[in-house]
């Protein structure tokens, strides 16, 4: 198991005691995109509920797999650590610290066993006696004057605080590979070759044209899917005048010049 799994499968977020079902559905949703997946509910007003099966959207396996409780105690019984969340640290009594600071620690190993994260309800949060049960506290910064997060953000966060400590990262972009030298050197070559037959450029005073658009293609360094397009479009350009037979890659269409400058007609 890699450390990313490793410690998401230990964490249980346990949410006391919720009023709207909805916010229940919005955490396990929020659960299931940041890879965490063992809920606990302490006496829940309603629930399985079709409003949490709504705004799950989809984490359906995190609500199924739920287990409910009556106390706070039960809940946690087998964890080896437990974390209060709470908008108001000035009240609790337990060493708390922020989000980023916490999940540092428990992504460094401080507690190797199952670690649960408690939530409270949504007026009033976690209870004296309910904190009694809990080792710290965790605080999400916020405006002292507008503290007090929606229940299902305050897990999103945490959970996703969880999902950064342990090592996630977003998938890598695709390797790129700049054609080399020598082929860009056939595509100076063509474009030079067909602005000359456009007229762009004057031969006999080319204005530093082809040097400027060295330069842009040096810095954008394109691939060969890249590099095969711009060849396309000098040959199609081309074709197009009459200097190469055309459509040889549209077998089905006309195989006549698309536009013939006026001396390839009187010819
Ligand atoms: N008036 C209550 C707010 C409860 S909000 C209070 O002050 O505690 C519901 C739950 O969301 C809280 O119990 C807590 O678990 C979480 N929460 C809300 N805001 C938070 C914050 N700023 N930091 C940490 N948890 C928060």
Redesign the pocket.
């Known amino acids: 198991m890699n450390q990313e799994v490793e410690l998401l499968s230990r964490i249980r977020v346990v949410l006391v005691a919720t009023h709207h079902p909805g916010n229940i559905g919005s955490a396990a949703r929020a659960m299931r995109n940041m890879g965490l997946h063992d809920l606990a509910l302490v006496t829940p007003h309603r629930f399985p509920d079709p409003e949490a099966t709504a705004l799950a959207s989809g984490a359906d396996d995190i609500l199924a797999g739920a287990t409910i409780h009556e106390t706070l105690a039960d809940a946690v019984a087998d964890c080896e650590h437990v974390i209060a ?4 640290v000035r009240y609790v009594s337990i060493p708390f610290s922020e989000p980023r600071e916490c999940v540092a620690r428990l992504a460094a190993g401080q507690h190797p066993g199952r670690i649960a994260i408690v ?8 209870t004296n006696e309910e904190l009694d049960h809990c080792r710290e506290a ?3 910064p ?1 405006d002292p004057e507008f ?3 929606n ?1 299902a953000a ?1 897990v999103q966060i945490m959970a996703y605080e969880l999902r950064l400590a342990a090592g996630a990262k977003i998938p890598e972009m695709p390797e790129h590979h700049a054609v080399p030298q020598g082929q860009m050197e056939h595509l100076y070559n063509h474009l030079e070759k067909v602005l000359i037959s456009t007229s762009f450029i004057d031969p006999e005073a080319p204005r530093y044209i082809m040097r400027r658009m060295r330069r842009m293609f040096g810095r954008a360094a394109p691939d060969s899917h890249e590099f095969n397009i711009v060849r396309g479009i000098l040959t199609s350009i081309e074709e197009a005048l009459g200097l190469k037979p055309t459509n040889k890659r549209f077998p089905h269409l006309p195989q006549e010049p698309k536009y013939r400058p006026p001396e390839a007609v009187e010819q």
Not at 119 to 126: A, D, K
């Open positions: 969340t709470t908008a108001r939530f409270g309800r949504e007026r009033i949060g976690l965790v605080a999400i916020t503290g007090s997060m229940l305050a």
